[in-house]
């Protein structure tokens, strides 16, 4: 069947779904992606002035429940009906971003993520079955391939929206992801159609036991249990994008010269995606990953489809393991670009593939437990990664953490951040204190603390992940699979 056949095959519910899919993404990755910088950026800029450590916990504790949740949610939506669930979804999405404006606490914070992350948990298992129940075995591939797509229009709208809005107010951003919400509301209320649900009458607590009852059961196949530990290293690698990465760029990284370089071929452009210090921000520059993925999706696939999921897993992570050092070894704002599509086509290779693969070794009979299962590893390697750019990244490349540092070695007194005294306070001050301006400080700190040891790191947890790849499909799965 011809692709443009496909595609004017489709249904308006399938287009619904995908344009509600696009806004959501929109509204969570314009505020995920700037979130780290939120938590921990200096005070008197709109920001909290976190530690990493509390960023970390906050960041790798609500999103593991983003993506363990949907394992109870997905029976609640088949139970109470997808309509009343969406709407229930978007209630949370827009009155956690409201809280999380107006909080300020590191408890009432904490807890407004967690709230927006179990509105996401509901939103997350229904559109993926919406796409499901409006495609059919010759369509699902395509099908699926447009949901993708939509997903990283807006991951990459939203960011590179909230990029160039957070240099004005940090309001922007939380007002731009509740429009989109608020978007989805209209759109549902006025287009959406529940789906007829035949399993309606199942008890809702028996259906949510049994099913932790068959994930455990499917746990205790001792292959693919150890597959999905091995795929935690993957994803805490992965999740330093968000965790990590801006953070690191906006305390390392020169993107001045980026923004030059804009400047010289379109004068308009730099100043219209650009600070106004002449700089792009870190999370304009963090949302060209979802940029490279539609540019490169189709080729990439198209490319890998030739290789078993295994041998283009293991190929992907360790082309992402690549990016990763790029991203995190250099302040060439250049050369993070050229790390973050070495990135990006590492993450084309190897995600869905990930997916393939599982779909290939679950049972004809129990292949929709394995893939809900297959978020586990998603999960918990969110709350690694949020581990990892917590206590380690402070210690090893926090530039408020070095600064104070080198003050205590130079026998200087170092003054304690306060509400009073912010991050860019201290700064000034051991700015000061060393006899440096701000460039000259960060570049002292670069050269004598290195910082971008960082990348060793979490290209090492990637590359270790494609070692027990090859391990485990070498010792363990041999011939008994087409993986």
Not at 96 to 101: K, P
């Amino acid at each position: 069947m011809k692709v443009s056949k496909i595609i004017r095959g489709f249904n308006s519910t399938f287009w619904l779904s995908n344009v509600i899919e696009l806004f959501e993404r929109w509204a969570w990755y314009g505020f995920y992606m700037a979130f780290a910088l939120y938590l921990v950026n200096s005070k008197e800029t709109g920001a909290l002035g976190f530690s990493q450590v509390q960023k970390g916990l906050i960041m790798g504790t609500g999103s593991m429940l983003l993506y363990f949740l949907p394992v109870i949610t997905g029976a609640i939506a088949d139970r109470a009906g997808y309509r009343r669930i969406l709407y229930l979804a978007f209630t949370i999405y827009i009155s956690g971003f409201l809280m999380i404006r107006s909080f300020s606490s590191f408890e009432w914070v904490f807890f407004a993520f967690v709230w927006i992350c179990v509105g996401g948990a509901f939103f997350k298992p229904i559109i993926s079955a919406m796409i499901a129940r409006n495609t059919n075995e010759n369509t699902s591939s395509i099908g699926f391939g447009i949901f993708y797509m939509m997903v990283n229009i807006g991951a990459f709208i939203g960011p590179f929206i909230a990029g160039i809005v957070l240099n004005k107010s940090w309001d922007y951003v939380f007002f731009m992801s509740i429009a989109a919400i608020a978007v989805n509301f209209v759109v549902t209320f006025f287009f959406f159609h529940e789906p007829v649900n035949h399993h309606a009458e199942n008890k809702l607590i028996g259906k949510i036991e049994l099913i932790f009852l068959n994930i455990w059961h499917t746990l205790l196949n001792w292959r693919f249990f150890l597959f999905l530990m091995i795929m935690v290293l993957f994803w805490s690698a992965y999740n330093q994008l968000y965790y990590t990465f801006p953070i690191f760029v906006d305390q390392w990284v020169d993107t001045g010269e980026i923004y030059r370089g804009l400047e010289r071929i379109s004068p308009s452009l730099a100043s219209a995606i650009g600070t106004e210090e002449g700089t792009i921000s870190a999370v304009t520059i963090s949302s060209i990953v979802a940029f490279y993925i539609i540019l490169f999706q189709i080729l990439v696939s198209a490319f890998v489809m030739r290789f078993r999921p295994l041998s283009a897993m293991s190929g992907g992570i360790l082309l992402l393991s690549v990016g990763i050092g790029l991203m995190f070894s250099t302040q060439s704002g250049w050369l993070i670009l050229a790390g973050i599509l070495i990135f990006g086509l590492g993450e084309m290779a190897s995600s869905p593939k990930f997916t393939e693969y599982i779909g290939r070794i679950a049972p004809d009979d129990r292949k929709a437990l394995f893939m809900g299962t297959s978020y586990l590893p998603i999960a918990g390697g969110h709350f690694i990664a949020g581990w990892l750019s917590g206590g380690i990244y402070e210690r090893t490349s926090d530039k408020i953490f070095l600064a104070a540092k080198e003050l205590k070695l130079k026998g200087f007194d170092v003054p304690a951040i306060s509400d009073t005294f912010t991050k860019n306070d201290f700064l000034n001050a051991a700015g000061v204190r060393l006899g440096m301006n701000q460039q000259q400080l960060t570049e002292y700190l670069w050269t004598n603390y290195h910082p971008s040891n960082i990348w060793h790191l979490f290209s090492g947890i990637a590359v270790a992940a494609v070692l027990f790849l090859f391990f485990y499909d070498k010792l363990i799965i041999g011939n008994k699979t087409n993986g």
